[in-house]
């Protein structure tokens, strides 16, 4: 294992760990040097000793351009205890996004540690953003934006140090990269509202089939929507084989499965489209079905759906889209 995964390793046990911590749990420098620790033991502590400030006469330059942390020794010991107060005191004036900021903004300029202060310091300012609500799937986000962002985190981080200290061009971006997880977050959240409206609608609907034969049919499709909802857009031929087991024993697989992706295309469940210039053929869910159509509705149609005598004539209709698009399968 690389020097890079263990410390990637480190930090999601880390963060799993801050994830656990009750949110009123004050900001100490017991805890934040035991937040060191865990970020480097096991892969920087060959040359970093783990949860321990820099002593007399180690001291680190770091940044573009390049300057000194605190000296090591005194002065670092010094400047660290005034922010753990500065945390627990006067920070508390100001919002708790400016608090997390702040602090790893302070954290960052001193460089306390040897080594793996950058990560301190996002660490820390992701414990901060817990007690705003801010948990875990955020802040791991956020120290990613972090790194997709290097080059300006880098300049905002500078800007701050030549402008003596002031916070402004970095409270800016790190609102930003807050702002822009929480509207990622907020699209996840309202696809998987989507998609449980969507399997909702669809086995309330299913369920009312009263036949034996139409239960089985409505087993196959039910799970045929599952699929596509957990994979997204999927090649028919990849589709039918991943399926292949509910239509192994059926007289004519193939054209069962054909009738069933055919049908829920005309409820409005399912879409066939074409996914590139090579003509993949690909069967995705139409997330929008039940805005589209009312669980009556798609009942009547459901029962006037064609009879499978009509799907020879189908097939042929949708041949380029379907049947000529897996021969393999």
């Not at 799993?16 to 892969?43: A, K, N, Q, Y």
């Not at 753990?84 to 006067?90: E, Q």
């Not at 997390?100 to 300029?109: D, L, R």
Request: charged share 25%; hydrophobic share 35%; aromatic share 8%.
């Amino acid at each position: 294992m690389t020097r890079s995964q263990r410390q990637a390793r480190a930090a999601v046990n880390t963060y799993r760990w801050l994830s656990e911590m009750p949110i009123d749990r004050p900001i100490s420098e017991d805890f934040v040097l035991d937040l060191h620790r865990r970020l480097v033991t096991g892969c920087d502590d060959d040359h970093c000793e783990p949860g321990r400030l820099r002593a007399d006469e180690h001291n680190v330059t770091f940044g573009t351009p390049r300057h000194r942390g605190a000296q090591g020794g005194r002065e670092c010991s010094s400047a660290f205890s005034e922010l753990m107060n500065a945390a627990n005191t006067a920070f508390k004036d100001h919002d708790i996004l400016l608090q997390a900021s702040a602090i790893h903004y302070h954290m960052g300029a001193m460089h306390p540690f040897g080594d793996g202060n950058g990560r301190t310091a996002r660490a820390l300012e992701a414990f901060v953003l817990q007690k705003a609500g801010l948990r875990n799937t955020l802040f791991i986000a956020l120290s990613n934006y972090y790194y997709d962002e290097k080059e300006g985190y880098l300049t905002v981080l500078a800007d701050a140090g030549q402008n003596g200290h002031d916070l402004t061009s970095f409270f800016k971006f790190t609102l930003t990269g807050i702002k822009k997880q929480c509207d990622r977050l907020l699209r996840e959240i309202n696809l998987e509202i989507r998609k449980a409206l969507f399997r909702d609608m669809a086995y309330d609907l299913f369920n009312r089939m009263t036949s034996t034969r139409k239960r089985v049919i409505a087993k196959r499709q039910v799970a045929l929507l599952n699929y596509t909802l957990d994979n997204g857009a999927v090649e028919v031929d990849q589709l039918f084989n991943s399926l292949r087991p509910l239509y192994i024993n059926l007289g004519d697989p193939w054209s069962a499965y054909v009738r069933d992706v055919i049908n829920l295309k005309d409820l409005g469940a399912l879409r066939i489209q074409r996914r590139n210039k090579q003509d993949d053929v690909v069967v995705v869910v139409n997330l929008d079905w039940p805005q589209e159509m009312s669980g009556s509705e798609a009942l009547k149609k459901l029962h006037h759906l064609p009879r499978p005598k009509t799907y020879k004539f189908m097939q042929r209709q949708l041949g380029d889209e379907i049947n000529g698009a897996s021969q393999a399968s």
